[in-house]
């Protein structure tokens, strides 16, 4: 065999080759092809493939690996019995910038499926290899190494702790930094997924001078990154009052509220979270976001947004009026209570229900005045079904009773309390009928009322044990009225004055 014939043979099994991984490698991007690929044994003819000697086959199967690992986790523990993660890490030391963003992306689709897969990665020594990729001069490479990085930091505290003793938030608050739009947002999501765990690790991410730089890109144009900024800020505020007032000292405010009317419904969302982390700390904190301007933004925000994406605007309400008379009256004059009326009838999901009724029970729980603004807006019959409806989830029940009870022992709005008397089951009717008995002795007009409107009359059907405390608020509404009337209106009453006709002789016919 000549030379030439020699040197076509191996042209043949080169071009063999590249078709091999780069058919495999687009087949694994259709969900569909995937249960065959892995059937057919393809991962192990890919792993040699990692040590071709030529480099366009290197990356292209590790491209493969990669997707193929992406879409499931038996795929990506198939990368890991395979032993091919030792060779992607030595790798990444060694090989050019193509095949660096290949073998990093190999490591973040093994590492996203489960923290057991992650630590694979870490004990492969994937960390140190990752961290170093930080530092290299191609922002592809940079991104790809931060995007695993993320993804071994999200799944629990160690292993987010296992990222940050390997270097990586030093290097990542560089890579937020960097011109590259892309680059910045993948950092971003990197310190937001480290950040979220323990107070100590936000406290790593702040002390490596995060908040300074991720708080000057809240006004950026880009909606992907606005959403990663708001996220890491939202993660750090969440641990204690110091973080929250040091991402507040980076003076956020009032600009994150131009954010609250942003097209992208993920940065309206992520700026409200930052806000709802922010405001549950302390009363300054809440009284800030009110001087703002911020309760009526979220307000405003409620009004046209629905679903899932309410859910921390209407938890922010409820901690800022959480906290004193005065915020909760700033929630109150700013029209809220109204709005999260309309968000209580509109969603379907109790989890989004529960957090409303719990922002209820939260206005409405200071004083008569707060009782009356959340009772004014018809919300206490509605509180009431939510609880009694056996379709409610139990945090649901749980919530709404607590609500009810905590709005009920302020409430002095006695037209509102009225329907409760024929809906409310005993447990409730308890607290309805008490705040009766403390406001009738001393309201003439509010008597009078209670008679007229069949108040009186059900009170006296209600069924209560003797000597317990509900009787006893009974009585204390029945000394309110005449014997007579009291009569009146008892059950049976009308029966007795027939009985009494029926006996009753006409004064002529005992005359004759």
Known sequence: MSQRQVLQVFEQYQKARTQFVQTVAELATRPQNIETLQNAGVMSLLRP??????????????????????????????????????????????????????????????????????????????????????????????EAAAWALG??????????????????????????????????????????DIAKHSPELAQTVVDAGAIAHLSQMILNPDAKLKRQVFSALSQISKHSVDLAEMVVEAEIFPSILVCLRDPDEYVRK????????????????????????????????????????????????????AHSENLAMAVIVSKGVPQLAICLSEESEDHIKAATVWAFGQIGRHTPEHARAVAAAH?????????????????????????????????THLPALEPLLYEAPSNILKHVVYQFSKVLPHDSKARRLFVTSG????????????????????????????EEIVRYYSPGYSETLLERIDKYQPKNNRAN
């Open 379 to 411: 919300v206490l019959p509605k509180l009431l079904a939510l609880y009694m409806d056996p379709d409610s989830s139990e945090d649901l029940q749980i919530k709404a009773k607590k609500a009810l009870k905590s709005i009920l022992q302020k409430c």
């Open 49 to 142: 493939l990692l040590l071709d000697i030529v480099p366009t086959i290197q990356q292209t199967s590790a491209l493969a690996l990669g997707r193929l690992a992406n879409y499931n986790d038996d795929l990506a523990e198939a990368v890991v019995k395979g032993d091919i993660l030792p060779q992607l890490v030595y790798s990444l030391a060694e090989q050019n910038r193509f095949y660096k963003k290949a073998a990093a992306f190999v490591l973040r689709a093994v590492a996203k499926h489960s923290p057991t897969l992650a630590q694979a990665v870490v004990d492969c020594g994937g960390l140190d290899a990752l961290v170093i990729s930080l530092e290299e001069f191609d922002p592809g490479v940079k």
């Open 151 to 192: 993804y071994i930091a999200r799944h629990n505290g160690h292993l987010s702790q296992a990222v940050v003793d390997a270097g990586a938030v030093p290097l990542l608050v560089l890579c937020i930094q960097e011109p590259e739009v892309a680059l910045k947002r993948i950092a971003a999501s990197a310190l937001s």
């Open 455 to 482: 108040g009186l009359k059900k009170v006296q059907e209600i069924k209560a044990d003797v000597g317990s405390a509900l009787q006893e608020y009974i009585n204390s509404i029945n000394n309110c009225y005449p």
């Open 270 to 321: 992520n700026v409200t979270t930052l806000m709802r982390e922010i405001t549950k700390h302390t009363p300054e904190l809440s009284q800030l976001v009110v001087n703002t301007g911020g309760v009526a933004a979220v307000i405003d925000y409620l009004g046209e947004c629905q679903g899932g994406v309410r859910l921390p605007g209407i938890m922010m309400l409820g901690y800022v009026a």
